[in-house]
């Protein structure tokens, strides 16, 4: 098996706090998924996006509330000169050396071109957009870890199975010297048969190594120590029953969570546009307060209140906002526009998904009618090797393509269940499987 099918590996594990480094770890998928959701520095960044939408919103909603303001001074005066306008007798006027101001104002929006409430509408379909987008992170580190760890078996498989060809290529090469010394074979029958076994060696080094590198992988992502083993299964990777199978694409529309998102943001787009639109409109808002003033030596005035109704209208914005309005048109239309070129991308991995799991399906089939073929040519041939009506040639090639066979028929069988999940990443159904909801 090539490394550049095994080195892709990711997952993620907690709760080991020693492990001998010779003894092997098992975990099955649905537990390694949800320890990913739990543990991932992306579904991380993506829930703090969700929280810092939710906080928008928030912010959003608290613009319809009252503004409420209290300010205070206290200033000290130099020697002022006092004019009066009304007549103060002929005593003296005292001079202030100190003044006290004490300001209440409230102001609560009554129009303001909608903007308020649009401005609302945009930050919960924004809201709704990044969830539905952290919803999609997670089914892509679902994906991820599923493909990781059927790589992982594949390759531990093929580890198992050339050990165990190892063991008959050594056995035949054991019989091979017994017989070489006796001359009932030549010494190159030895020599093909020592060969075999440097062949297959050669490949289990490889495949070990292929092993070692996606297993450091793995620990890695999963924090664990380096010397950590992890093992999977067969049973590990198929741990839930298996959902109707999608026959188009009309599921993924429904399900697909970046679809989801980028509708939402078409909502948004369209609040924006009327946010825009607002400019073009009055505001209006209801205020009221209370002032208390103190001139030392002079006059104090408390329980000044006063109620009215505030008015602003930008004029010169009629003439301006047309350009604003036109952005926010474009970028509703870049975003329609992103929505149906996604729609067609969805299409296209719908159906790629499809035919990459029916033609699985069918690989598979054959791939375990391949090993009945293999296990049968190499029970003949040895049986006519045996009675001397075929040489070693025969005998090694049906060896090797017994063991092809083995390898190709587990790679298949694995590939089915990678397949089916992808086609569930495709239509938008990985997280049903995998409860994400809990999450």
């Not at 620990?219 to 299964?233: G, M, N, Q, Y």
């Amino acid at each position: 098996m090539k490394i550049s099918h095994l080195m892709l590996l990711g997952g993620f594990f907690i709760g080991i706090s020693s492990i001998n480094a010779q003894d092997k770890t098992n975990l099955k998928l649905e537990e390694a998924i949800q320890l990913a959701w739990t543990k991932s520095n992306e579904i991380s960044l993506a829930n703090t996006k969700v929280e810092t939408k939710k906080q928008e919103l928030q912010s959003a909603k608290n613009t319809q509330y009252p503004d409420l303001k209290l300010t205070g001074q206290a200033l000290q005066l130099t020697e002022p000169t006092v004019h009066l306008e009304v007549d103060a007798g002929s005593g003296s006027f005292p001079v202030p050396d100190r003044m006290f101001i004490g300001q209440a104002s409230l102001k609560l929006p009554i129009y303001a071109g909608m903007k308020i409430q649009n401005g609302i509408k945009l930050q919960d379909n924004l809201f709704q957009a990044e969830n539905a987008m952290a919803y999609k992170t997670k089914e892509d580190v679902a994906m991820r870890v599923i493909n990781y760890y059927a790589n992982l078996h594949k390759a531990q498989r093929t580890i198992e199975l050339l050990k165990e060809n190892q063991k008959s290529a050594q056995q035949r090469v054991n019989d091979f010297v017994a017989l070489e010394k006796n001359g009932i074979i030549p010494r190159n029958d030895l020599l093909k048969a020592q060969l075999q076994v440097s062949k297959i060696q050669l490949s289990l080094d490889e495949a070990l190594h292929n092993e070692k590198i996606i297993n450091y992988y793995l620990v890695t992502l999963l924090k664990l120590p380096a010397e950590t083993r992890l093992a999977v299964t067969e049973s590990d990777l198929i741990n839930f029953p298996k959902n109707a199978i999608p026959t188009d694409e009309q599921p993924a529309f429904q399900n697909r969570k970046d679809l989801e998102a980028l509708q939402f943001q078409e909502k948004a787009t369209q609040n924006n546009i009327k946010i825009a639109k607002g400019d073009y409109y009055p505001n209006v808002a209801l205020t009221g307060g209370y002032t208390a003033l103190n001139l030392n030596n002079v006059v104090t005035l408390e329980n000044a209140m006063f109620v009215g109704v505030g008015l602003s209208y930008d004029i010169s914005g009629i003439l301006k906002n047309g350009t604003q309005v036109k952005i926010a048109e474009s970028k509703a239309l870049e975003i329609k526009n992103t929505e149906e070129l996604l729609k067609d991308n969805i299409r296209v991995q719908v159906q790629q998904s499809i035919t990459n799991y029916d033609l699985a399906i069918k690989q598979n089939v054959v791939y375990n009618q391949a090993v009945e073929q293999a296990t049968e040519n190499y029970r003949i041939v040895k049986d006519k090797y045996e009675n001397g009506l075929s040489d070693t040639n025969d005998l090694l090639e049906a060896d090797v393509e017994q063991l092809k066979s083995k390898i190709a028929e587990t790679i298949a069988k694995v590939d089915v269940i990678q397949k089916y999940y992808e086609l569930l990443s495709a239509t938008g159904q990985l997280s049903q499987t995998f409860n994400l909801s809990k999450i």
